[in-house]
């Protein structure tokens, strides 16, 4: 049975990032009474215990025996950089070498603490103005690497965790599976209740209704960033597989099973998506939905070609479409910007610590 648990550089099976069931199967594999998984799993998920060592009301023995088989971490940080308003970029390495990276954001006016994790390594979308799409799509991660980040970041810095945001790398809804069972283990093991966690697509129809499906009480959010078809098929190229109208019913959908308020982002690039006309379009395209509206400045990113692609609107121009597109009674707000002096924010991720060292 050890054979289908992952392992991590050591070569040791890792059991961070597991549910209760499956640190059970491990320990009953190794002839071990059921509570001892108990102990493990509130050693790993409450206390942030990095090693076997720390379970002191595990016996020498017993440490000394799941030791020489298993190991806590699945993940390494290989690199950390720490923005100077205190937002954490982590770069980790997967067991096969692969990169991602993850981001702890702490908001100045909140005592909350977010993560943001990544889905993928690399991402198959491919819009044009986000640096994660230039890397392409490599894989996809498994549920226990995408919690292992968020428990990584808690043994590293210390602090609990409040929410979560699928908003690093990757699209989150081109690995649906993997993603709702990360849900489940952060909900039921890491004790984060599924309202303080934000799913991010692009527009993958068939994953929004999956998710729906599954009918959590987390919050989606749909990366829109156009009204029109002919703008948005430009800079997000999957409206050519999934129609902004298909998309709109999806998450209308959505809404009707789930209750849960969306939240539109909108990414705003200078002179293509920042008209008047778009915003008032953007109004009257929501009205009927239940959503938040959250406008985010062009985080500059490069494209192979090392251009900086587009502009990002000055103040008066982010303002002006706040005002209009919030006409149609929605809430908007202009995301507050994190980590952008270590390329850690919305769209930046791109491992580019690991590609600049190995140029
Ligand atoms: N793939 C998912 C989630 C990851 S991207 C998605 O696209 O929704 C998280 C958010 O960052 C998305 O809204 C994305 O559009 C936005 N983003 C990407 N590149 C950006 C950039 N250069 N500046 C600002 N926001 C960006
Ligand atoms: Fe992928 Fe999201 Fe980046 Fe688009 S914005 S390339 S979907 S990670």
């Not at 001892?36 to 009301?57: G, L, N, P, V």
């Not at 994953?207 to 749909?222: D, E, K, S, V």
Request: hydrophobic share 40%; glycine share 6%.
């Amino acid at each position: 049975m050890f054979d289908t648990m992952a392992k991590n550089a050591a070569g040791k099976i890792a059991l961070s990032g597991l549910n209760l069931a499956q640190i059970t199967d491990f320990v009953k594999g190794l002839g071990l009474p059921a509570f001892r998984a108990k102990q493990i799993h509130s050693w790993i998920y409450a206390k942030y215990a990095a090693s076997f060592d720390e379970m002191t009301d595990l016996s020498v023995e017993l440490r000394e025996k799941l030791k020489q088989v298993a190991d806590v971490p699945l993940l390494t940080i290989s690199h950390l950089e720490v923005s100077k308003d205190g937002t954490r970029k982590y770069l980790f390495s997967l067991p096969d070498g692969q990169i991602v990276e993850s981001v702890l954001i702490a908001f100045e006016d909140r005592p909350t603490l977010s993560v943001c994790l990544s889905s993928q390594v690399g991402c198959a979308v491919g819009c044009t103005f986000c640096a994660t799409g230039y890397l392409g799509f490599k894989r996809n991660l498994t549920a226990q690497e995408i919690v292992d980040q968020l428990m990584a970041i808690q043994r590293e810095s210390g602090h609990r965790v409040s929410n979560i945001i699928y908003m690093g790398q990757g699209e989150p809804l081109l690995n649906t599976d993997n993603v709702i069972e990360s849900i489940e283990t952060i909900n039921l093991s890491a004790g984060i209740g599924a309202r303080h966690i934000t799913v991010s697509t692009s527009g993958i129809v068939p994953g929004i209704n999956q998710l729906a499906a599954a009918n959590l009480p987390i919050t989606l959010a749909l990366s829109l960033h156009a009204p029109d078809s002919t703008t948005r098929m430009e800079i997000v190229p999957i409206t050519s597989k999934y129609s902004i109208h298909a998309v709109m019913d999806a998450v209308m959908d959505y809404y009707n099973t789930t209750r849960r308020r969306v939240t539109i982002e909108y990414v705003m690039l200078e002179g293509v998506n920042d008209s008047d006309d778009q915003a008032r379009h953007l109004a009257e395209m929501l009205k009927d939905l239940h959503c938040n509206i959250n406008l985010i400045p062009f985080n500059p990113i490069r494209n192979k070609q090392g251009v900086i692609m587009y502009g990002r609107p000055d103040m008066k121009r982010q303002r002006r479409f706040a005002e209009l597109a919030g006409r149609s009674g929605k809430t908007v707000t202009i995301r507050l910007e994190r980590g952008t002096d270590i390329d850690a924010a919305c769209g930046q991720l791109a491992n580019k610590y690991l590609n600049a060292n190995s140029n």
